[in-house]
Every structure is written in C-alpha cells, then in structure tokens.
C-alpha cells in the first residue's frame, strides 16, 4: 500500500507569461530562491524556501493562452493513485484538461478543472510526497481558498475526492459562508460563493510571510498589485490579495502577533 497522503497540499506551480521576471519578483516579497532542476527532461525552475523545494515556474502554454487563461498558480494535490482520483473526479463532473501523465521521475499528473471550473492538479509522486502536515512555516503556503459558484457543492467535490474534513464555518454576512476544512490537525483553508468581481471559480494561495503591510508595499514597489487589504481576519491574523506584474494571483498572510507556526 502506497504511503502517500490523500489530498496533501503539496506543491504550487507558477503558469506565467515571464518566468525570467518572477524570481526577482517573489524573492523580494516571499524571501524565496530558485534553483534550476536539470533531472527531468528539460530544465525545471524549482522555487526554494530555505532549502525546501516547494513548487515549481512554467511558462503558460500557448494552447492555455488561446483558450483565455491569464498567468495563475496551479495547486497539486497528492493522492497515491492518479488515474483513479482522476476517475472519481470525473464521475463527480469534473474536467480533464490534461493526463494522467507520467513525468519521468517525478510521478503521474492530471490537472483537472473541478465542477465549477476551477482548476488543480492531482499528483501521485514517484518517489516521495513534498510538503507536510504540520502549520506552515515562514515562506510556505499556509492557506488554500476556493472562490466557487456553489460553496456547498464544491465542498462535497473535494471531500469526497480528496477526504478533506469540515472545520468551523463562518458566516460573512451578505457574502454567505465561509467553510473552512482540513485533513489532520490544523486548518488547511476555506470555501465560499465567488463574488460577481470574480470572473471564474478558482484557488488562491496564501504564502506566509512576517509583514503582510510590509510585503504588500514591496508588492506595489515590484509593479504587482494589492488587490484587497491589507486587513485584519477573525483571530487577529493579517491578510492581503495581490497579483503579481505579469497577472498572477496570490495572497500573503501573517499570524495574529503571539501566535505559533
């Protein structure tokens, strides 16, 4: 029986226009390296957080383009068989836009487009499944929040794919609810109804870092963007939405002062 964890948040890909221009970019705001992986069949620009690899930056493919993706951050979710996750996707409405692939040592893919449209990637690893799933350290993904035209149904999508458990749920008032879930110990980030600004259903990660005022300056003084906040959330955390100069979305996010992680 295989050892990798069903539904590990455990690897984000950068689908961007300028991947010559995004280390500069995420170094100064995120603190992360890159670093040139030479062991596939191409060149493979790795991001580093310290010496932990924790995802990956790929030119948007041409095909992407034309069908109207702008630059995004794909999110690989493990599971240790991705032909059938990607079965069971597809018998629950989802769409497959590529695989299952084998990538020489690395694993098999599927990126999938969920009921609603927003799009993730399956990932059955070759060897071992990166990430954790302790609380995120500094410069690590901390928070994964799908803005969905149906809540409760992406909810009963992910959890039966993926066996995510329910957290607490918060109500927002005339924005609905906030569903947050998690797969062990700790919260791994929330659901909820898209507003109508939202053009499509999709994920948004949060990337931990000291300052969110702080690093949402160095975002606008970079050329991206502060998209909302910075502001505070239940619980005295910090947030802020950006988008990076070539259109990328992402979040950054500090922990309520006197909290651990």
């Not at 995120?30 to 957080?49: C, I, K, L």
């Not at 929330?190 to 969110?212: E, S």
């Not at 975002?219 to 947030?239: A, C, F, I, R």
Request: proline share 8%.
């Amino acid at each position: 029986m295989s050892d990798t964890p069903t539904g590990r948040f455990c690897w984000y890909e950068l689908m961007t226009t300028d991947p010559e221009a995004a280390p500069a970019f995420y170094g100064e705001v995120a603190g992360w390296g890159a670093n040139v992986w030479e062991g596939g069949t191409m060149p493979y620009t790795m991001w580093m957080n310290g010496e932990n690899a924790i995802g990956g930056i790929m030119e948007l493919p041409e095909e992407a383009k034309a069908a109207g993706a702008p630059p995004h951050w794909l999110i690989y979710l493990s599971t240790p068989d991705a032909a059938a996750t990607t079965a069971k996707a597809t018998e629950l409405g989802a769409t497959v836009l590529m695989g299952p692939m084998e990538l020489p040592e690395v694993g098999t893919i599927s990126v999938l487009a969920d009921p609603h449209g927003a799009v993730f990637c399956a990932f059955q690893p070759a060897t071992y499944t990166p990430g954790h799933d302790g609380p995120a350290a500094m410069g690590e993904f901390s928070w994964h929040e799908l803005a969905t035209h149906d809540w409760e149904a992406g909810w009963a999508f992910y959890a039966e794919v993926f066996d995510w458990q329910k957290d607490h749920a918060m109500d927002m008032g005339e924005m609905g609810t906030y569903q947050m879930f998690n797969r062990g110990a700790h919260p791994l980030g929330g659901i909820f109804n898209k507003p109508d600004t939202l053009p499509v259903a999709c994920w948004m990660p949060y990337i931990r870092v000291p300052d969110v005022a702080a690093a949402a300056d160095k975002v606008k003084e970079l050329g991206g963007q502060v998209l909302n906040g910075p502001m505070e959330v239940p619980g005295g955390d910090m947030v802020a939405q950006c988008m990076d100069p070539a259109g990328a979305a992402f979040a950054i996010h500090a922990l309520a002062e006197g909290a651990e992680g």
